[in-house]
């Protein structure tokens, strides 16, 4: 670690339930951080205890049975939402702690008495990454590369780098955790491939197709489902078991925080094991009492059959999002050299046979599944200083569509998804009545053809219109979207050259 300095740029994947933190030097030698006990990733978990102690990581996660409502999980699934989103009320009947909307239009969890943004929640986890790393540095960190999942919206990157400057930590570049993953695999091997990433974490699923010529990695197409990740299997098997007990005692325990919280952690045991094992017990000795004060245990034998028939659904659902991202790519299973698993969900044993029936033959072992996205961040990061000699061209592409709200509602798209990423565009204006001094426009993100079923990024306000007849002036509006995938705006008048004043309203930022 000869080379390392203070300037150094770290990698953080900040996942759903695990995160990691590394560092890159040399022509891409990379050290993974290790936490006390020696494990390299940590939970992406924030408590507060009875005495008030903020808890990050493990010592959030020991105590999470005894302490479910004060004990916050998964947040990253909300990062960026707005509180009317279906998804926040779909996620606060799954977890024990309070979600309550924010007055950003964002979402705030309660922990303790106390009231966080989602972004305080990111930057305490980021905060513990930097700390580690900075002890096992021996300097204190202060950049990092942060991955995201590929599928986020501008207005959740926009989040993420938030959370950074909270705690001090600048954020010089977010990048998507699958083109991380395939930086990761690809650096150093002198390839000329195409690989697919299947990316299936612990909260969200991710796709991409990327062309690796060497050190240049350019993504080709990608897509995914924020909302589709290990969780979503636990859950499917937790409505089980919550049933079967029904079915049996006639008790329902979803509303007991204490049982709620061992049913969820054994769920996600017992799928784990189910990947090992083709049988495994779900059992919970004195899980609830009966009216008559007499103890009830939790007994259901699981099978891995079982577990593939509750998950099918959303092994389904990832596939048909693989399929339409090969579509967009304009490819087909043949033109594929590699496809590499990413995320802890994807040592499912069926997810690895599905994927080799459709590929017709088996995904690449190249990677650490847990491990590839954090690495991969590291030697972007690495890449980045300027005392680096590791040299790399990352072509990324955005998500989902940008575009403006027609009158009528209709979504005019400015940048289609999988536009290449930097890119700028420019659409030209005009003053709807006499004397207009502001021109307001609303920006929306996603691919639906109406406005009001995509995410609303902002309101932008260009003010300082010259005065002029209905028609008169004309201005264009630059519309530029970073290496990052984050939009920017800007206005000016077409004949005097001069530039708007731009204010954004409804939006995080
Ligand atoms: P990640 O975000 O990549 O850390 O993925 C974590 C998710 O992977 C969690 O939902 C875990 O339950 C799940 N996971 C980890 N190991 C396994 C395994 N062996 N089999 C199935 N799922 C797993």
Sequence with gaps: MERLSPDTIIGIDLGTTNSCGAVAHGDGQVKLIPYKGGEYTIPSIFAIDDKGNE???????????????????????????????EVVDTMQQSVQYRLHAGDRNDVEVDCHGRSFSIQEIASRILAKIRDVASDHLGFKVQRAVVTVPAYFTDR????????GALVGLEVVR???????????????????????????????FDV?????????FEVKA????????GIDFDDAMIRFVLDDFRNKHGIDLSSDPVAMQRIKDLAERTKIDLSAR????????????????????????FDRKLLEALTQHLVDRSLKIMGGVMVDAGITAKDIDEVMLVGGQTRM?????????????PPSKGVHPDEAVGIGAALYGWSLQESSDLKLQLLDVIPMSIG??????????VFPRNAAIPNARTIAATNAVDRQSELAMRIYQGDQPWSADNELLGEFTFSGVRPGRAGEVRLEILFEVNVEGILTMSARDLDTGRQMKTTVRISTR
């Design 349 to 361: 044993p069926i997810i690895q046979e599905r994927l080799t029936r459709f590929f017709g033959k």
């Design 174 to 204: 977010i990048i998507n955790e699958p083109t991380a993953a395939a930086l990761a695999y690809g650096i150093g091997k002198r390839l000329d491939e195409r690989v697919l990433v299947y990316d299936l974490g612990g909260g969200t």
């Design 208 to 216: 991409s197709i990327i062309e690796i010529r060497d050190r240049v």
């Design 404 to 413: 403006i709200e027609q009158a009528g509602g209709a979504m005019h798209v």
């Design 222 to 229: 990608t897509g995914g489902d924020i909302f589709l990740g």
């Design 278 to 301: 083709t049988e495994a017990p779900f059992s919970i000795p004195f899980i609830t009492m009966t009216p008559q004060g007499q103890p009830l245990n939790m007994d259901v034998r």
């Design 156 to 163: 959740q990157r926009q989040a993420v780098k938030e959370a």
């Design 55 to 85: 808890l990050i990581g493990h010592e959030a996660k020991r105590q999470w049975q005894l302490n479910p409502r004060n004990t916050l999980y998964a947040t990253k699934r909300l990062i960026g939402r707005a509180p009317r989103d």
